[in-house]
């Protein structure tokens, strides 16, 4: 009971610091806005899963000869052989045969390329020498986290601006900034679960007449700002 009526006094005097508090910031004039920043960047990280298989076929290619003729074709394109990595390899015919009664053996390998004309090449070489089963998983910069405080900045100093030009407008200019608040940010690296097999994905690529252009990496930042008014 003591504990109780304890807080009931001291309740008015919370009440009366959070109105000061509020009456304080509503006392001074400001003006409040949000600044938008985005920018497109070419991705230099593309990673795509190729997936080898071999069937149970009479005369067909086995998945050495896939192999030799895949690391043969990237190394005569340019493409150097480290960016390829194997990712596992199954040559069990009962696990295999669950999914695909026509398939005895399968590789999966991960060719990471630096541009989008390797990336073209790459799968120019897949076309040629059949593989039935590769897809762009991942695009993303070696210098993303680069970009992304650059975006953030771009963000606030946009916020700043438009403060600016508000308050020009009825001859009033902004003094020291109150808040600066992160809010949503896009970061579109796409990923994984393409549907697309000896092709890039529709989630990558800008279809043209005659090229298919791949997507660039979009960088969006939102910041919430509240200036003092001088």
């Known amino acids: 009971m003591k504990k109780l009526f304890s807080l009931l006094l001291l309740l008015p005097f919370f009440a009366v610091a959070q109105n000061s508090a509020q009456s304080e910031v509503d006392?001074?004039?400001?003006?409040?806005?949000?600044?938008?920043a985005e920018k497109e960047i070419a991705p230099d990280e593309i990673s795509i899963r190729i997936v080898l298989q071999e069937t149970a076929e009479k005369n067909r290619?086995?998945?050495k000869e896939l192999e030799e003729a895949l690391?043969?074709?990237?190394?005569?394109s340019g493409i150097e052989l480290n960016k390829l990595v194997l990712q596992n390899a199954n040559a069990s015919y009962e696990k295999i045969s669950r999914k695909n009664k026509d398939v005895i053996n399968q590789k999966e390998y991960i060719l990471k390329v630096n541009s989008a004309e390797q990336a073209y090449k790459a799968f120019a070489i897949f076309d040629e020498i059949q593989i039935k089963d590769a897809r762009i998983v991942e695009l993303s910069h070696s210098k993303i986290e680069e970009y992304r405080?650059?975006?953030k900045l771009?963000?606030?100093?946009?916020?700043?601006?438009?403060a600016t030009n508000m308050l020009a407008a009825i001859g009033e200019s902004i003094?020291?900034?109150?808040?600066?608040r992160e809010m949503d940010e896009t970061y579109m690296v796409y990923r994984a679960n393409m549907v697309s097999n000896i092709a890039p994905s529709a989630d990558y690529i800008n279809?043209?007449?005659?090229f298919l252009e791949i997507k660039?990496?979009?960088?969006?930042?939102?910041v919430f700002t509240r200036f003092k008014i001088k």
Not at 71 to 76: F, G, R, S
Not at 207 to 210: C, H, P
């Open 149 to 151: 405080q650059e975006v």
């Open 175 to 180: 003094d020291k900034p109150l808040v600066i």
């Open 27 to 36: 006392g001074t004039p400001h003006i409040e806005v949000t600044g938008t």
């Open 71 to 76: 690391k043969a074709k990237l190394k005569a």
């Open 207 to 210: 279809e043209g007449e005659d």
């Open 61 to 63: 290619t086995t998945i």
């Open 216 to 222: 660039p990496i979009k960088l969006q930042y939102k």
């Open 154 to 162: 771009m963000a606030v100093k946009a916020a700043k601006q438009k």
